[in-house]
Every structure is written in C-alpha cells, then in structure tokens.
C-alpha cells in the first residue's frame, strides 16, 4: 500500500512493497555483479575528494551533476522491463537511470536537490531501493523545522514530483549501523 506524506509543497509517495522479494533479489544480485561501478571526484567546498559511493549511468543521454559528467550505458534487459514499469505508475517516460552503489554504511550522499537545468521545471525522480535498509532525509529549504525521514525498504519505490526539489533538499547519511550493500536506482527524464 502507498504512502503519501503531507508536506507542504511537495509531493511525495512511498511504496515499500513495490516489487517482491524474490525479484528485487535478483535484480540486486544482477546488477551488483555486472555493472563496472565506477567512483567519480567530486569538489566539496573548494576540496576535491572521492565520491563517498559508486555510481554507473543507464539510458539514452548524458547527465551532468556537480561538474561531473557521465556518458550513459545501453539499458540491460531486466532493468528496461523496470522503466517500463515505472512509467506506467508516473505517466513518464524516463531516459536515464543513475544508479548509486553504497557499499557500507559510511558510502553516503550530502543533502542535495535534483535540480539540475536539465531535468525541466518540475521533475519526476522514481528511485527503486535494493540490499540494504537506508534511512532518507528530507527537508524543506528555508522552514529548516520540517523535515521527514524514510526508511528505504529493499524493492522498495520512492516517488518525488510536483514542486518537491525546488523546496525541498534531501541525503542519505552515512550510520555506524552494519548494513548489507545497497543499490538505489533513480529514473530521470533529461529534456535537451
């Protein structure tokens, strides 16, 4: 059953039992052993470090993100049956899929908003979450009070649309917790 989270200016729906367990797990399987992750710098502050997690682009164009630009890869059989999936639901047609790999519980993501130019005015971003159980934070960008948290099931989808990442900023952050990897795959419709 889909969740949907009152927030002001923004919509956002949560189903943690998109896909089975069974098919989530070979999905993850699939991907984590044939993918060439990749692990890309990144400026932070001035400072140029690793990227605190392994990334790979799918799809059909190539996507840019803080000075970082990726060439995609054709989409692989299964996770081309998941787009089409995922359309369905959002009425969308997506071209790219960044996929994030978090190795441990220390392999993060900063608070961002996925604003980019590209993505047009009010973006869809569908995000698929496999392996281990992450807690996402949001929070709105100048009432800093409010704020939300979610924890990422394995199969589960994340829907963000409407005016979410204009007003919104959301991170994965690093726990101490023990935690399996996780994969996130996040479906974008790049415009130009």
Known sequence: MNEYFNLPQSQLIYDPHFLNSKCADLLFQKLYSETNWIQEPIKIFGKEMMQPRLTYLFGEKSYSYSNIKM???????????????????????????????????????????????????????????????????????????????????????????????HFWKHQLPKTKKKISPRINLTFRKIIN
């Open 71 to 165: 060439e995609p890869h054709p989409f692989p059989e299964k996770l081309s049956e998941l787009k089409t999936k995922i359309e369905a639901i959002t009425h969308t047609k997506f071209n790219i899929c960044l996929a994030n790999l978090y190795r441990t519980g220390q392999d993060s993501m900063g608070w961002h908003s996925d604003d980019e130019k590209e993505l047009g005015k009010n973006p869809i971003i569908a995000s698929i979450s496999l392996g281990g159980e992450r807690v996402f934070h949001l929070q709105h960008k100048t009432k800093k009070e409010l704020k939300q948290k979610i924890v990422l099931a394995h199969g589960s989808l994340l829907i963000m649309k409407g005016e979410t990442q």
